[in-house]
């Protein structure tokens, strides 16, 4: 299995125009949360329900902002979430995105319950890569993480839908204590087989239950067979990645993403706006500036760009997320979409 390489992250055309933060790290990559609401109630993610006030970003707000967002050399788009494909809009959202000049590359990250009959639609319209969640290959232990409501026929109907649509396909697992530590192994030879990347996420303090350091993960896989070694492929995200070689032979890129003991800062490239409209330059911020107030009450290009350099301007060299609960209170994952 070997994953295409994303877009690198060529120099911003317009560099005089292009986004950068306190630290002078350039701003390529907007993540968008579509809602805060969610089908599944993933321990790890924040299983509270709660509605953005005033309503969501509607098409026509999405669309304003990625426009503006492009002219300023922002280049890969992410729709996520809560669920992003709960929106009945997502393929018309993807669409507009894609169609945006400057925008090279649109990808979405789902839970899966609804790909099996998207892919096609989302396909057409421009989506160029896909990030799903598989934390197991177990119902009974889905349940157990996601909810009752989460059916893993239909997740893994989805990939196998998914599998040779998109340029890009990877399958993300947070890794739980006591919980899928075992399903590594099993984990990245499902995702070689559909011709996807698999990747360990490290849990971030947003929700219940214990992370499992990615220093483990890669140890249980070496006791599972594989041997890694470090490769330097460099996606538009925070993971790294090894190479990994099985007993058989079989070999393949596996990603890991440290937020907390592999602290991946120091290349941001990112920033992230709310379900609810905000701007967060930081996933672990509190910094949230209300672009879509500004939107509603009229105000032009030049005050919301203004409101965006401003935060940006602000934005610390790193997160301090390990520092949640001694003080640090999160906004909820799904409103900031991960
Ligand atoms: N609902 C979609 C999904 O689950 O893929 C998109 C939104 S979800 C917030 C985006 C990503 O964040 C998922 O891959 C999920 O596993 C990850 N995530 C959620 N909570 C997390 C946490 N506490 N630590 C690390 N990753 C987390
Ligand atoms: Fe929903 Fe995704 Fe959060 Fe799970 S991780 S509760 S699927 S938003």
């Known amino acids: 299995m070997e994953p295409l390489p994303d877009a690198s992250a060529a120099p911003a055309r317009g560099a005089d125009d292009a986004l950068a933060d306190a630290q002078g790290r350039l701003i390529r990559y907007l993540r968008i949360s579509l809602t805060d609401r969610c089908n599944f109630r993933c321990t790890y993610c924040s299983p509270a329900e709660h509605e953005a006030a005033d309503g969501l970003l509607s098409r026509a707000e999405l669309a304003h902002l990625v426009r503006l967002f492009a ?70 232990r889905l349940h157990g993480v996601s909810g009752r409501g989460a059916r893993l026929e239909r997740i893994l109907a989805g990939l196998d839908a998914a599998a040779g649509r998109f340029r890009s396909l990877k399958l993300n697992t947070v890794v739980m204590r006591g919980v899928n530590e075992d399903e590594l192994a099993a984990l990245v030879r499902y995702a070689w087989d559909r011709g996807a990347l698999p990747r360990f996420i490290e849990q971030m303090p947003f929700g219940g239950g214990a992370p499992v350091p990615l220093a483990e993960v890669r140890g249980r896989l070496g006791a599972e067979g594989f041997a890694l070694t ?109």
């Open 71 to 140: 002219g300023l050399g922002v280049r890969r788009i992410r729709l996520t979430g809560g669920e992003p494909t709960l929106r009945k809009d997502v393929v018309e959202i993807v669409a507009d995105a894609a169609a945006t000049p400057g925008v090279e590359d649109v990808a979405l990250t789902t839970n899966g319950h609804r790909l099996d009959e998207l892919v096609g639609p989302l396909v057409r319209a421009g989506l160029g890569a896909l990030n799903v969640s598989l934390d197991t290959l177990r119902p009974e």
């Open 230 to 338: 470090p490769d330097p492929w460099r996606g538009w995200g925070p993971a790294r990645h090894m190479r990994a070689r099985d007993r058989d032979g079989r070999e393949g890129l596996v990603g890991f993403i440290g937020a907390m003991t592999e602290n991946f800062c120091e290349g941001c490239n990112r920033a992230r706006v709310t379900a609810d409209g905000g701007f967060q330059a930081c996933l672990g911020g509190h910094d949230r500036p209300d672009l879509r107030a500004l939107l509603r009450a009229g105000a032009d290009d030049a005050a919301v760009v203004a409101a965006v350099r401003g935060a940006l301007a602000r934005k610390a060299p790193r997160h301090h997320m390990e520092e949640a609960g001694a003080g640090l209170v999160l906004l909820p994952m799904r409103g900031i979409g991960g």
